[in-house]
């Protein structure tokens, strides 16, 4: 007999705290396996063969575990995010599917508008659309920031216009500031950020790492009172929520670096 996983109670709460008629959707954390067989439930840090020593195998039954113990809780939707590779997002689909669950899944794109591993927005929406059980939504969450996330929003929805995209950026840049970090973006910031997103194509959008009430907030508001418009260009977005952090995120498009190039040797005012 299984023995009773926290992740299953923290289930049960949820659904009992907000009512039947809410959905609840409840975040995996990439996991492995300990010797004795006992799941560790927090990131290792460790990756998955053929580049590192986690297993196939050993992943997919790690998700699997937790995956069980959330829908026996009353979990309706499991929510992977801030993931780096194709591996690990092919060890919870495979879980997701031996669960028969629905799920969704966001990659991390921190590396020149890649992710750490190297797969591009375009690359990612296409692996996620070939699969036999595809999520219910795809998208990205933490990153390097908003205008970067937007970037890669607008290669998600270019390569794969009918699917669902997630949109869940950072609340700015972090920061070092007196002995604290430090996320730079603001409320208005997050706000239309959370414009450009609807607008280039995003259906499900909040904030990641340092977004606070007031962040959310701002964001709920600018889109009660948004009316979706047209797809907005990388010079748009650079304008109003910053620079990028890489002149290209891999796709092909180049009109970022161009417009980088442009501006080098002036100095703001």
Known sequence: MRAELPEAELARLVEHAVGGETLVAVVTLPAARRGDG????????????????????DATAAF??????????????????????????????????????????????DTAGRTMMGVTSE???????????PPLAIGANCGTGASDLLRTVLGITGATPEAVVIAKANAGIPKF????????????LMADYARLARDAGARLIGGC??????????MRTALEDHTPGPRPGLDEIRARC????????????TSGAE???????????
């Open 64 to 109: 699997e575990e937790q995956i069980a113990a959330l829908i026996e809780g009353g979990a309706d939707v499991i929510w992977a995010e801030t993931m780096s590779s194709v591996e690990e997002f092919g060890a919870v689909a495979a879980a997701a599917a031996n669960q028969s669950a629905p799920f969704c899944a966001t990659l991390s794109f």
């Open 242 to 253: 910053g620079d990028f952090t890489s002149a290209s995120d891999g796709t092909g498009d």
């Open 209 to 218: 790492c340092g977004s606070e009430t007031a962040h959310i907030r701002a």
């Open 123 to 133: 690359a990612y929406a296409a692996l996620a659309a070939a699969l036999p059980n």
């Open 259 to 269: 417009s980088r190039r442009s501006r080098r040797g002036r100095r703001r005012v």
């Open 177 to 188: 500031v007196d002995g604290r970090i430090h996320y730079d973006g603001t409320p208005e």
């Open 38 to 57: 006992v799941p560790a439930w927090l990131p290792t840090g460790e990756l998955l063969e053929p580049v590192g020593p986690l297993t196939h195998a």
